[in-house]
């Protein structure tokens, strides 16, 4: 079964610090990665989603990397600001497309980032 | 355009009470999931909906039924509540089974239910 494990539970930075949020996974035969993030008492909202096939995805200020081999993804963020404080998550699909209700995400259990001004 | 919308946001039932949470979705997607979020436990899936007129077991269904009522709804009902069942439930939706595996899936923002 696969296991997705997120280091650290919590990490506070002060405003303006780069940081890197960590995901590691025991199965390498995933098909997608993706990082959310989690704002108190709300849903979920994708961030960045990269293929398997793809090594990085960038928006703006954040960079998620994958290297399947090591079974790791980093979520990169620059600059950061108090507005970025929040729980993220990171969530992967295992496996091909195998037909029906094959699309199931297994997510790890969040890092809750707070960046204080 | 409102998305992936819940009802209700909050709940308090007794043990053995029964009650239905409510889901719908205004982004013509195909399928549809239902996740329980416990401290510690991360989010884990109950049910989901491939496809209109099917529905799956997920990793945790004890407990729970769903009904995929439509293309843009999709209930969740526990029969009779448990203390353990209490949790924050999450809808989620995403494109057609193919078009999943490459597109995310959007949730709605959770219902808070406490079995006392």
């Known amino acids: 079964k696969q296991e997705v494990t997120q280091i650290p539970a919590a990490l506070s930075v002060p405003e303006g610090e780069n940081l890197v949020l960590n995901c590691s996974f025991t199965?390498?035969?995933?098909?997608?990665l993706q990082w959310f993030r989690q704002d108190p008492g709300k849903g979920l909202t994708s961030l960045l989603l990269?293929?398997?096939?793809?090594r990085e995805q960038t928006s703006g200020r954040l960079n998620a990397s994958l290297d399947k081999s090591s079974g790791r993804s980093t979520l990169y963020i620059a600059a950061s600001q108090p507005g970025d404080s929040a729980t993220y998550l990171c969530?992967?699909?295992?496996?091909?497309?195998?037909?029906?209700?094959?699309?199931?995400?297994?997510f790890g259990k969040g890092t809750k980032l707070s960046v204080i001004p | 355009n409102a998305g992936v919308t819940q009802t209700p946001k909050f709940q308090v039932l007794k043990t053995g009470q029964s009650m239905t949470l409510q889901c719908a979705q205004d982004?013509?997607?195909?399928?549809m999931y239902w996740y329980r979020q416990d401290p510690g436990m991360g989010l884990r899936l109950i049910y989901y909906?491939?496809?209109?007129?099917?529905?799956d077991k997920g990793e945790v269904p004890n407990g729970y039924n769903v009904s995929r009522l439509n293309k843009r709804e999709f209930s969740l009902r526990l029969e009779s509540a448990a203390p353990s069942q209490t949790s924050v439930y999450f809808c989620?939706?995403?494109?057609?089974?193919?078009?999943?595996?490459?597109?995310?899936?959007?949730f709605g923002p959770g219902t808070r239910l406490t079995v006392l």
């Open positions: 989620a939706s995403s494109d057609s089974e193919y078009l999943a595996l490459r597109h995310t899936q959007y």
């Open positions: 199965d390498s035969a995933i098909y997608n």
């Open positions: 990269i293929q398997s096939s793809q």
């Open positions: 969530a992967l699909k295992v496996g091909a497309y195998s037909g029906a209700g094959s699309y199931q995400l297994t």
């Open positions: 982004m013509n997607h195909n399928s």
């Open positions: 909906s491939a496809s209109e007129g099917t529905t």
